[in-house]
């Protein structure tokens, strides 16, 4: 029996560079073959041997709305699998601080260009989860709201711009674009694709961070790199997740 094919597919911004950067990675270390569609209009004519799709560069609404068309099959983005690496890295950076994830304050900055994130957070465990954007510097400074926290998830950048602080507390946690969101999606797409109408629920991407955390070596936050020994911690991770999330009936 063939592998399900992975659509990747790209949202407005998404270059076709981009798009068979994450086919390449999908194949070569999911080991599931894959599709490049340029445009996320293209779903409406998805071929049948279609298990998961993969979404760059999408605006929430165009998420939405390919979640709608692919009713039963599962759409994972890049803003996904950014949040899972996000989350990983606070879950490090709180552990190796000796601080329990309960009892931990958290900033996320510029929490609006990630939505996901702050709910994921909440999902593992951190107690109390402060979201900041631009928009509130005027009445409520990045620098008041961050003190007393113990980290800061940055999103927007800006350095001095935010008045950000200066000094080792809280952990300031920036994201890489480029290694982020490629993590942990090869391990969750083999789950996905071995789980027919499994759902990829927060409960399934909080597995997976604790996975990437897991494997993060002494030296950094998250592994450098997805490779076979973190692709299958992910998918087992993954898997037994799914196995508690009911199934899609409505192909």
């Keep these: 029996m063939n592998a399900p094919v ?6 407005i911004g998404a270059t076709t560079a981009v798009l068979r950067r994450y086919a390449n990675a999908i194949e070569e ?3 599931l073959p894959t599709r490049v569609i340029a445009t996320d209009y293209g ?3 998805v071929e049948p041997d279609v298990g998961a799709v993969f979404l760059a560069r999408a605006e929430p609404e165009r ?8 009713r039963g099959i599962p759409v ?15 879950l490090t950076t709180l552990r190796r601080a000796d601080r329990a994830p309960h009892l931990s ?22 107690g109390h989860i402060t979201a900041w954007n631009p928009s509130d510097a005027m009445a409520y400074p990045l620098l008041r709201v961050a003190s007393g926290a113990d980290a800061v998830i940055n999103l927007v950048g800006g350095g001095g711009r935010y008045a950000w602080p200066r000094h080792n507390v809280p952990a300031v946690i920036v994201p890489d674009p480029a290694r982020d969101p490629l993590l942990a999606l090869p391990g969750l797409l083999q789950a ?5 109408g499994a759902t990829p629920t927060l409960d399934v991407h909080r597995d997976c961070a604790l996975a990437l955390a897991q494997a993060a070596p002494e030296s950094a936050l998250l592994p450098r790199k997805p490779d076979a020994s973190l692709v299958e911690q ?7 997740a799914l196995a508690a999330v009911p199934r899609a009936t409505d192909r």
């Design 76 to 90: 994972v983005t890049d803003h996904d699998t950014a949040a899972i690496a996000l989350a990983a890295a606070l």
């Design 192 to 196: 996905l694709t071995r789980s027919p």
């Design 43 to 45: 779903l409406h004519r």
């Design 6 to 11: 992975v659509a990747v597919v790209g949202g």
């Design 63 to 70: 998420v939405l709305m390919a979640r709608e068309v692919m």
């Design 105 to 126: 304050q958290v900033v996320v900055a510029g929490a609006r260009t990630m939505p996901s994130l702050t709910q994921l957070l909440l999902i593992a465990g951190i």
């Design 234 to 240: 992910v998918a087992v991770a993954a898997t037994l």
């Design 29 to 31: 270390l999911a080991g």
